[in-house]
């Protein structure tokens, strides 16, 4: 695959990992798209999505970097408030836990900032304990923008959610041979192994009844950029770094609502009237 680049992030993926490196293009403002009256779905695996309603815990295995612009602690905020926008309108919830929790390096996501690219295992994928499911790579010129993209499309991984671009709705005609030319004179391993990287990250899924999708969504925050040249139609397409109304609706649909429990009427709650308003009879 030929790095695709969103909000200044370039995107590279492996068979369950997506990593990220910076790049020089300007962000791009999401605007959703309400044009359509039906309920849309993002590109996932059911075989990857959480299946209880517990809080999912999240831990930092190492300390939060610090960048010219921001301070350990902003960055953390931006890192909690980016990933809580995935859990509006659900029965999702995140529990960060502190740097010294005993229990960190068990917890269901576990973020490193050590290496030097941006990826997440998908959803429920098992990672040995103790070792990350996230790695998170801000570079020292790091914009806020940049940060809020990043954490919105792995913490999009971390649900379960492929990336959209690989859905069966897809609607253009990719073509790999210039996908594959771009790449080939920054790619550092043999020739078959691009091709398989190709393959394995452009090439759509195929529904072998766990992908669900539904119409594509070319400004989600999980799609990577597709250039003009790469496509027979000629189109340039550049996600967004804001949950679109598909993202949202998805991620409703998944992980929905706890049903809100009306109490019991207990005999005690009832209010009988006075003496002077009794009945006679």
């Not at 370039?10 to 039906?38: E, M």
């Not at 953390?76 to 659900?90: D, L, Q, S, V």
């Not at 809020?148 to 499309?153: D, K, P, S």
């Amino acid at each position: 695959m030929y790095p695709a680049t969103f909000d200044g992030i370039i995107c590279i993926c492996t068979a369950d990992r997506c990593f990220h490196i910076r790049s020089p293009l300007s962000p791009v403002q999401d605007t959703p798209d309400t044009s359509s009256p039906l309920r849309r779905e993002l590109c996932g695996d059911t075989r990857y999505f959480w299946g209880d309603t517990r809080p999912l815990t999240v831990s930092f295995l190492d300390p939060v970097p610090t960048t010219l612009r921001f301070t350990s602690e902003r960055i953390e905020r931006f890192i909690k408030t980016n990933a809580e926008e995935w859990t509006r309108g659900t029965s999702l919830s995140f529990e960060f836990l502190q740097s010294d929790h005993p229990n960190k390096g068990q917890a269901d996501i576990r973020i490193s900032f050590r290496e030097s690219t941006s990826w997440s295992v998908m959803g429920t994928t098992f990672v040995e304990p103790g070792q990350p499911t996230m790695s998170l790579h801000f570079e020292n010129n790091v914009t806020e923008w940049q940060i809020t993209g990043a954490v919105l499309h792995e913490f999009g991984h971390a649900l379960g959610f492929e990336h959209e671009h690989s859905s069966p709705h897809f609607p253009l005609h990719l073509n790999y041979k210039a996908i594959f030319d771009d790449r080939k004179n920054q790619w550092t391993s043999s020739t078959n192994s691009l091709v398989e990287f190709i393959k394995r990250n452009f090439m759509k899924l195929k529904n072998k009844g766990t992908i669900t999708a539904s119409p594509f969504d070319e400004r989600s925050v999980m799609m990577y950029e597709i250039l003009p040249h790469w496509n027979v139609e000629g189109k340039l397409m550049r996600p967004g770094s804001a949950l679109t109304v598909t993202d949202r609706e998805t991620v409703q649909k998944w992980y929905p609502p706890r049903p809100v429990q009306k109490p019991l009427l207990s005999v005690h709650s009832l209010e009988f009237p006075r003496d002077k308003h009794r009945l006679s009879f």
